[in-house]
């Protein structure tokens, strides 16, 4: 099946700091999204990309979908406390646009 | 945006008994609900899609005797665990797809069978 590895696993940085993460499929993929989920809580989209070499941002956030199609970036600028929590990328199976497969998870953490 | 509500957010109950968990797209109709299990420090994992009116489609290792799914209506989707187990504890999380670019997720239920 298909299978999204993200990296790096987790992460501490400071306040203010930038913060890069990626997601690699084994296959490929025509959508990619990147989901913020905070502790107890369900998943929330940040950013949906839709076609290959697309750069969104939303806010601090910036998203690209790879052109290989198998792999996708999220970069936060300037970091805040909030920031914190797990940061999971998504791609529909095959035939089912709603139908996810998750990613790792990276688990981001901010110190003052 | 949508709002997918989740009933209830928690739950303790004792081994060999049964739960049901709801899962209400509150402000659209929702064609397919998902379900989606978490263990800690760990991914969601898709178990079963439910579409309005017809059986679940359940994941492979996925028991669907265990984990039953009734998506009576448009707006409700359920999810019953049957003769829980402590294995079966866990963070169920459901999403709700209408039509549209995206699915929206509910804010999980936490079960601990004790």
């Known amino acids: 099946g298909q299978q999204l590895n993200q990296s790096p696993q987790s992460m501490f940085i400071q306040e203010g700091e930038d913060v890069s993460m990626n997601c690699t499929s084994s296959?490929?993929?025509?959508?990619w999204l990147w989901y913020k989920q905070d502790p107890g809580e369900g998943p929330v989209l940040l950013i949906a990309?839709?076609?290959?070499?697309e750069l969104t941002s939303n806010g601090r956030l910036t998203a690209q979908f790879g052109i290989t199609r198998k792999d996708s970036f999220l970069n936060i600028s300037a970091s805040i406390p909030s920031d914190v929590g797990i940061y999971f990328c998504?791609?529909?199976?095959?035939?089912?646009?709603?139908?996810?497969?998750f990613g790792t998870g990276t688990r981001l953490q901010v110190t003052l | 945006g949508a709002v997918v509500s989740q009933h209830p957010s928690w739950v303790i109950c004792k081994s060999g008994t049964s739960v049901k968990i709801e899962c209400r797209s509150l402000d659209f109709q929702a064609t397919t609900m998902f379900w989606y299990r978490q263990f800690p420090k760990q991914s969601l994992m898709l178990m079963a899609t439910s579409n309005e009116g017809s059986k679940a489609t359940y994941e492979q290792g996925v028991e669907k005797d265990k984990f039953l799914i009734n998506h009576a209506s448009l707006t409700l989707s359920t999810l019953t665990v049957t003769s829980a187990h402590p294995e079966d504890s866990s963070f169920y999380i459901c999403?709700?797809?209408?039509?549209?670019?995206?699915?929206?997720f509910g804010q999980g239920t936490r079960l601990t069978v004790v």
């Open positions: 990309l839709y076609k290959a070499g």
């Open positions: 296959s490929i993929f025509n959508t």
């Open positions: 999403s709700a797809w209408g039509g549209g670019t995206e699915a929206f």
């Open positions: 998504a791609g529909p199976n095959t035939g089912t646009a709603s139908k996810l497969t």
